[in-house]
């Protein structure tokens, strides 16, 4: 039963990446934590949205903004080294916590009104946070999603530009979390059994994203969001 959910939870989250630029390690890490350790979440996260960003940069790479990524990618660099203290000495109900909080704020923060417009300081403080929370929980999306909400130019070159910023982030997050904790057997593991079930998500993503308008799957995600913040701060409560 654990691994029909985990693949599930693979599958859900790959078809919401895939149809809206978003979405998979937003809703893949907190559902993997009801199922696996979070170490194990966070890194097999850090694989399959490693892949899963890989499998479709052919077909984006010359829509992305290069200056725009390489100040997410300088900002980064100070955030990825906090992100890993966080990853060390954080407890699983506090981890709930703080994943269960930044993901109600984000959902609101992205149903908001409110807009930011891109700068070279606001890149620079998004690649920051958004590489202390790649290496502390595996989710550099939401400070990246609540960004680019409210970003004044083209879509494509958006998603184009994250895209290549994800790939920079996973990769690197997973090696420093390597030297620093190891990765388990179960990590490879979970990873290559989810392969499968992540490129079939893929496709399937692909296919109706042709017939069913994005922002119904928005909605969708957005939901979901919602119910896991609360579940994972009604659960992480349920223990102090």
Known sequence: ?????????????TLLQTITGFGFSILATPLLLFLISP??????????????????????????????????????LPGLPIGIVLFLVVNLVVFKLIIGFVLLFVTIFVLSPVTLHPSTKRDVGVGALAGAFTTSIGMPGP????????????????????????LFIYLVSFVMQAVVSGVHLSVWNHSLLALPVLFLG????????????????????????IVTAGMLIFDALSEF
Do not use: C, H
């Not at 039963?1 to 985990?6: A, K, L, P, R, T």
């Not at 850090?46 to 900002?75: A, C, P, Q, Y």
């Open 143 to 166: 400070p990246i999603l609540a960004y680019v909400t409210g970003a004044k130019m083209p879509k494509e070159q958006l998603r184009a530009t994250t895209l290549a910023f994800y």
């Open 1 to 13: 039963m654990e691994i029909v959910g985990f693949l599930l939870i693979i599958f859900v989250a």
């Open 39 to 76: 170490a194990d979440a966070i890194q097999v996260n850090l694989i399959l949205s490693f892949v899963l960003s890989l499998s479709v940069w052919r077909t984006l790479k010359r829509e992305m903004n290069r200056d725009m990524l390489k100040r997410l990618i300088i900002g980064s």
């Open 202 to 225: 893929v496709v399937t993503g692909q296919k109706i994203f042709k017939r069913i308008p994005a922002t119904v799957f928005n909605r969708v995600m957005y939901s979901l969001l």
